[in-house]
């Protein structure tokens, strides 16, 4: 995994890079015209905020129906679980058709807990819970045939709305970091095998082993940045295009992180919110 950082070209490499990204980054935050985009899409977002339920509704019930006809049991990780389909599937359209979401929820819920009890490895989807523990929170039944019937959506977390971009930004980033330890760090030899089975060294002429250790930082960084809420809206929009170009290269089941696509497209919405470091700059800003 190190050996890398004893080659003077990829050490050079990565501060090269590092300091061209660092260098774009703060020559775009001093540009007022994108001081102004960002202004107006800022405002823009507010107006998404009655949506974010439904969009990870979407995410959460299309992922379910996804591993339930697969005979998965929520992630590839656990195949072959034929006896888990049809509840799953069920669970799915419930979500996609917001009829009875209070149990739906909890049941999703329980499902997940179980899964993760059968291989510690779902930790990597983290993202999957988060999404179902701030359902409960939102409490929106919106748009559904709950809605349409007057059933009440039932929670008794209804009172930790604000710490709802803080569960989704610990689901996602801690998906993250997870993910970068314990499959690059920890297991380099088994992404390695994957670089050669898909000729990455093609694509970006480098080791197999500079392929890993890059991967493995940059999924830890982002997935640090979102976890603290660091430039949440960016990391957010960074990794949303990383994760559907990669999906495109690899050909990966879409459905397995579905909710990712969610999660980081409801950040987009929200920010950091109050637990975050960006809300501390911003307040911290308008004191000044």
């Known amino acids: 995994l190190l050996k890398p950082l004893t080659q003077p070209q990829y050490v050079l490499l990565i501060l090269g890079t590092t300091t061209v990204i660092l260098l774009l980054y703060f020559l775009l935050k001093r540009s007022s015209f994108v001081d102004k985009r960002i202004a107006f899409i800022q405002a823009r977002t507010k107006s998404y905020a009655e949506l974010i339920s439904w969009m990870l509704r979407l995410s959460l019930g299309i992922a379910l129906i996804g591993a339930g ?11 072959h679980f034929p006896h888990f389909s049809f509840i799953q599937i069920l669970l799915g359209f419930f979500l996609l058709a917001g009829f009875l979401l209070a149990p739906a929820n909890w049941f999703v819920v329980l499902l997940f807990l179980l899964a993760l009890s059968h291989n510690f490895y779902l930790l990597g989807n983290a993202d999957f ?3 179902s ?3 409960l929170i939102l409490a929106n039944p919106k748009p559904g045939i709950d809605d349409l019937l007057g059933v009440s959506f039932l929670s008794p977390l209804k009172k930790l709305r604000e710490f709802a971009p803080l569960i989704l930004r610990i689901g996602v980033g801690g ?8 499959e690059k760090f920890l297991n380099p030899h088994l992404s390695a095998a994957i670089v050669e089975n898909f000729h990455l060294t093609s694509v970006i002429p480098v080791s197999p082993e500079m392929w890993v250790l890059s991967a493995g ?28 170009l990669s999906f495109f290269y690899f050909g990966e089941e879409v459905y397995s992180h579905i909710t990712l696509f969610g ?26």
């Not at 006809?69 to 992630?75: H, L, Y």
């Not at 940045?225 to 949440?232: E, Y």
């Open 217 to 244: 930082l940059i999924e830890f960084i982002v997935g640090f940045a979102l976890l603290v809420g660091l430039q949440t809206r960016l990391v957010a929009a960074i990794a949303f295009v990383v994760l559907a």
């Open 129 to 131: 819970l988060a999404a």
């Open 263 to 288: 999660i980081l497209s409801v950040l987009f919405v929200t920010g950091g919110g109050h637990w975050s470091i960006d809300f501390y700059y911003a307040k911290r800003n308008q004191n000044i």
């Open 175 to 182: 998906a993250m970091m997870f993910l970068a330890v314990y």
């Open 69 to 79: 006809t697969a005979q998965m049991f929520i992630s590839p990780a656990l195949p």
């Open 133 to 135: 523990v701030v359902l």
